[in-house]
RNA sequence: GCCCCCAUCGUCUAGCCAGGUUAGGACAUCGCCCUUUCAAGGCGACGGCAGCGGUUCAAAUCCGCUUGGGGGCGCCA
């Protein structure tokens, strides 16, 4: 009895998929596999000044990444193709044609300079503008000397008088007096189309029954009614999905940092991390201390009725928390492979340094460092010393660690310790250093801390007896003679 | 300026629709425990119903106003 719920996401693609775009992506996503529908993937690329197909790549790509796969669109093509606004040109066309006929649309002559002017005019006086409707009963003598002239005319949809009122999912009904709207153009001199009019013609032509998309679309909601009205087309469902503000409280944009998808793959988040804490953004279940979501248990969980009403602020503390959690549960074959692109992009590693021995190192790398970060990135930024022998010392490890009096003493100890210990294990060199602690009458402690600044030049860490083992006798025994040479020098 | 939407800890939110809770959880912050450091983990603390008025025995919850925030007012999407 029910229709087959079919819901899309439609970006135009001007730019990377940021996280707002990524959000609406998933919740129609959600939405779709929750009810077992479809979910259409269409490219509103009607402003070529502007659209790119690098963007499109990289749309797609970062949709893929977070596993929003879609049913109908790009790449996988489906029964109400193509899903490129721009390849459905003739369709916008015959549509608006429709209108014209029934007297629902009309040509306008007037140039974008004449229309700003008045409206300057209106506003200087205290006015509100809207269209004036100078061309809404030309004569075709009129319309022929615009045209002689050389003026091309766009197509504006004629407002009925009255209001608007459709159903919002989350907020129940909307009203708009018509009054407030004016008549819009629908087809630009150029022939395209504008947004609220594609945007009508492709939801009705695509059969999609809920549209799912971000509240600063609320304002144009009422025109794309009268536009289904207009055609007879049935209304689909709406639901207004809250925008995903900055810290300042404005929509998140550039000025945040980076709110592309890419940006936060680049920097190794997790993508079912970044599903995870979008879709806990605007949307809670009520189970208690619940945090961590499944794929599926987003999917069985997901409703509408328990999404927010009002704007979420982007919180990167908690996204990193979050991502934290996943990461300590992930397989450090992966992170490796992360890991691995990171160092590839920055430039760290050739490839010739890509080995199969390089790859279990940064599997070992992985399993030790995934506890104590945030993001795949972070070890370039707080353990260079994995990938350098270049590492500086922290000055107040130096300080609080190394000058200490017995320190010289204790590293050329450790050296010759270390030096002949096989197998070079955490195991056996927890025993070794313990051990020898004890004999000279010293705690553990006063071995792990210094040895650890020589090492890693830094105080903080893994655990130093995993770490040693990590980083091979060969690059220990390098890196505490030259700690030993740079105590010397003082 | 006009129109629309929204309003619970610093942040994400539960509770609101079907008034009665010590207003719950998570992140962040702080403290303690564990511990070779860090992290993780455990325990605890801090912290909120924007304001005013109304309805009611009773209001975070219902209503109104105010204030605050967001969005829209393109031949952008």
Redesign the pocket.
Known sequence: MRETVRVRF???PTGFLHLGGARTALFNWAFARKYGGVFVLRI?D??LS?STEESVRVILESLRWLGLLWDEGPEVGGPYGPYFQSQRLHLYREYAEKLLQKGLAYECF???EE?KER?ERVIAQ?G???YDRRCLHLSAREREAFRREGR?P?LRFRIPEGATTFVDML?GD????NG?L?D??IL???G?P???FACVVDDALMRITHVIRG??????TPRQVLLYEAFGFPCPQFAHI??I?GKD???LSKRHGSPSVTYYRDMGYLPEAMVNYLA?????T?E????IFTREEIIERFSLE?V??????F?L??L??MN??YL?AADPERLAEILIDILKRQGKVTEKDLTPEFSAYCRRVMALMR??IRYVAQILEEAEYFFTEYYEYDPQAVESVLFEEKVPEILRTSYELLKDLEPFDAATI?KAIRSEAERRGLK??QF??PL?VAVSGK???????ELLEVLGKERVLARIARTLRFLEKG
């Not at 927010?308 to 602020?313: D, F, M, P, S, Y």
Request: charged share 35%; proline share 5%.
């Open positions: 439609a970006p135009s509103e009607t402003d502007r007037c140039t974008p229309l409206k205290g509100s503008w809207r091309k766009v907020r909307v009203t708009f007096d407030e004016d819009f153009v630009k001199s150029d395209m504008t947004y609220n509240d600063d679309h609320i304002s144009n809250p925008m503000l409280r404005t929509r806990r953004l605007s949307w809670a009520g208690e201390e619940k945090e328990q927010t009403k009002h704007a979420a602020v919180d503390d908690k990193n928390w934290g959690v300590r506890d104590r927890e553990a402690a792990i801390h650890r105080k903080v860490g893994p655990g130093l007896f």
